[in-house]
T-cell receptor, first 113, second 116 residues
């Protein structure tokens, strides 16, 4: 079972470069999320999507853009990377009921020099 | 806006000691509460959840949590920890935001280190 797959798993960027993180889920989940995890700050929600073609801002959306063109994919883009975006990024997906758990990907470690 | 507070950021215990990790949330409506665990180098996995019924819920690996509505709390407990419980533990709340969509908010996490 693939579940939630993130690519790439590691990436090093120079300040100002752009990149896209891809999240793919095969569970037909409606909701998808992008979080970043930083030491001492837990998981912070960047953007989320409640369905194909919809996106919404989370707690820390600045510097990121997202797209959900297909139900199974949720892309996170950095147009001009900054050192403050060095982090581990986790994608997650879930179904609509509030009691449904989130299923997480393995994470993508991004370093911006 | 919903928020989650975890009181203990770093806990060190010896094997067989009892564990209690505090979690308080802030939200006025109906919520669903979760504890997730992240083992070193891995992604988050569900430990247990509460959405209705018995406020004492049991999860995997001997963990349990008690929902106390009057205190807005959902503390995690385990009677006797093992070295393999060394991990980071996250409390989370899932509630509907003003747009009617569900939104999951996490606490900052508690790192548990169990000493053999």
């Amino acid at each position: 079972n693939a579940g939630v797959t993130q690519t790439p798993k590691f990436r090093v960027l120079k300040t100002g470069q752009s990149m896209t993180l891809l999240c793919a889920q095969d569970m037909n989940h409606e909701y998808m999320y992008w979080y970043r995890q930083d030491p001492g700050m837990g998981l912070r929600l960047i953007h989320y999507s409640v369905g194909e073609g919809t996106t919404a801002k989370g707690e820390v959306p600045d510097g990121y853009n997202v797209s959900r063109l297909k139900k199974q994919n949720f892309l996170l883009g950095l147009e001009s990377a900054a050192p403050s975006q060095t982090s581990v990024y986790f994608c997650a997906s879930s179904s609509p009921p509030l009691n449904a758990e989130l299923f997480f990907g393995e994470g993508s470690r991004l370093t911006v020099l | 806006a919903q928020s989650v507070s975890q009181h203990n950021h770093h806990v060190i215990l010896s094997e067989a000691a009892s564990l209690e990790l505090g979690c308080n949330y802030s939200y006025g409506g109906t919520v669903n509460l979760f504890w997730y665990v992240q083992y070193p180098g891995q992604h988050l996995q569900l430990l247990l959840k509460y959405f209705s019924g018995d406020p004492l819920v049991k999860g995997i690996k001997g963990f349990e949590a008690e929902f106390i509505k009057s205190k807005f709390s959902f503390n995690l407990r385990k009677p006797s920890v093992q070295w393999s419980d060394t991990a980071e533990y996250f409390c989370a709340v899932n509630a509907r935001n003003s747009g009617g969509y569900q939104k999951v908010t996490f606490g900052i996490g508690t790192k548990l280190q169990v000493i053999p």
